[in-house]
């Protein structure tokens, strides 16, 4: 079967260390992959995407990889501050369907 | 200003009564999604539409309905048949037209039984 697995549920960091957050997929032949950001109570928001055929992508302190023979990619966030706080989604589109990772919660204190 | 709504932000369902949320897009998106919540979990989808009166089934429709009448809304009605529906729901759309476009999402509706 299909799964997507993001094998942190929460991740607790100092501020200023880098956050590395990892979404693994099975059963799955993405032609991209994304990252979202949910806040408590709120819908998610789109952060990056990255093809198969990019190896990295980097946006502000944000860098994403996507390695389509381990079927994973790796989610950082450098220097990372308080207000990073949030839960991290990875997703997929399949068939035409997006199918979302459980999420991992990222907490970096001050 | 472009964006997806929800409403109403808070619901509440008494046993034996169907309800219905409201999702509304004005980004002339084709496809549109319905996502459920619970806390602590991840998203899990309930149904989608690519286009105009089509509509396809997510891994846990069963207890739910959707309609798509018209491209801007895409109502999620909660049966009497969902026995547990406590939880957030998301609305999602998506221009399909562009390749590998994100998808936006609502403010969500919570849902709880009385």
């Known amino acids: 079967s299909q799964k997507i697995e993001q094998n942190s549920e929460a991740l607790n960091i100092q501020e200023g260390k880098t956050a590395t957050l990892t979404c693994n997929y099975t059963n799955y032949s993405p032609a991209y992959l994304q990252w979202y950001r949910q806040d408590p109570g709120r819908g998610p928001v789109f952060l990056l995407l990255i093809r198969e055929n990019e190896k990295e992508k980097r946006k502000e302190r944000l860098k994403v990889t996507f390695d389509t023979t381990l079927k994973q990619s790796l989610f950082h966030i450098t220097a990372s501050q308080p207000a990073d706080s949030a839960t991290y989604l990875c997703a997929l589109l399949a068939s035409g369907d997006m199918r979302f990772g459980a999420g991992t919660r990222l907490t970096v204190k001050p | 200003d472009g964006g997806i709504t929800q409403s109403p932000k808070y619901l509440f369902r008494k046993e034996g009564q169907n309800v219905t949320l409201s999702c509304e897009q004005n980004?002339?998106?084709?496809?549109m999604y319905w996502y459920r919540q619970d806390p602590g979990q991840g998203l899990r989808l309930i149904y989608y539409?690519?286009?105009?009166?089509?509509?396809q089934k997510g891994d846990i429709a069963e207890g739910y309905s959707v309609s798509r009448e018209k491209k801007e809304s895409f109502p999620l009605t909660v049966t009497s048949a969902q026995k547990n529906p406590t939880a957030f729901y998301l609305c999602a759309s998506r221009d399909r037209v562009i390749a590998n476009e994100k998808l936006f999402f609502g403010s969500g509706t919570q849902l709880s039984v009385l």
């Open positions: 539409s690519q286009i105009v009166n089509d509509f």
């Open positions: 980004l002339n998106h084709d496809a």
